[in-house]
């Protein structure tokens, strides 16, 4: 099943054009790098799959639905890029940071029940951070701030996870750790992952397809069969 179709796609911000004639698309269960220069559009591309930003022309569609018409936005699991510092700066423990997440479950006015803890608590372990839930986001290392972040997603069940540099300030080690678990979800569980890095080396070894994008448009560089 093909769970994104990006056809022809042309975005500029303000008439400064980014992204040219862009066509890709991603099956279910695929592991996807994207690599790129800095600016050449990796993020804004995110944001246009997410439907953060509106395509000047060309056609995305996701789970089969042409963009405008979609609305499973909890699907697809967004980490954007240093979303883990931003976090960090939070007064938030980890235990509400991944909670706060399930709010569009639980709805604003309805307090968090027994249920929701177990939910909060099973993705903390999914990551391997059930022992930091009462912690301050804030006092964690980038490794594992990433981690929680991973875990706030995960809590959706998401098809695909979308994510934005999640190894950037973060060491060699966690961040290989980082994508031995992306790893393990795509193949265990079967979410789809679609992964901007600048960690070409890596990325190459993991990912099944590995997309460069640039000004003129993509180049596959890789492609498992
Ligand atoms: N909100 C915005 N308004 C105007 N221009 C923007 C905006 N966001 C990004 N840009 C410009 O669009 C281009 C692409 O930015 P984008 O963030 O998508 O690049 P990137 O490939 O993710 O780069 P990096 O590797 O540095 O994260 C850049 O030239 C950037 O300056
Ligand atoms: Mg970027």
Redesign the pocket.
């Known amino acids: 099943m093909k769970i994104i179709t990006i056809k022809d796609l042309c975005f500029g911000?303000?008439n400064?054009s980014?992204l040219s004639h862009i066509s890709l698309s991603v099956e279910h269960g695929d592991f996807v790098g994207i690599i790129?220069?800095?600016?050449?559009?990796?993020?804004?591309?995110l944001?246009l799959m997410l439907g953060l930003l509106k395509p000047d022309s060309g056609s995305i569609r996701l789970f089969d639905k042409e963009i405008a018409q979609f609305k499973e936005y909890y699907k697809i699991g967004y980490i954007p890029?240093n979303s883990s510092s931003l976090a960090a700066g939070f007064p938030a423990t980890v235990e509400e940071i991944v909670k706060a997440n399930l709010f569009a479950q639980i709805g604003f006015l309805r307090f968090p029940t027994k249920k929701h803890k177990v939910l909060v608590q099973q993705a903390l372990e999914t990551v391997g951070m059930q022992d930091y839930a009462k912690r301050m986001i804030g006092e964690l290392s980038g490794g594992q701030q990433q981690r929680v972040m991973l875990a706030r997603v995960l809590i959706n069940h998401p098809q695909i996870l979308l994510l934005?540099?999640p190894t950037t300030g973060v060491d060699f080690k966690a961040s290989e750790a980082l994508y031995a678990l992306l790893e393990k979800l795509n193949l265990e569980s079967h979410i789809t992952v679609m992964m901007?890095t600048?960690d070409i080396e890596r990325i190459s070894r993991l990912a099944k397809r590995v997309i460069c994008?640039d000004h003129n448009g993509v180049l596959e560089e890789k492609h498992d069969v």
Do not use: P
Not at 36 to 45: D, F, I, Y
């Open positions: 911000y303000e400064v980014v790129g220069s800095n600016g050449a559009g990796k993020s804004t591309l944001k890029q934005d540099e901007v600048h994008i």
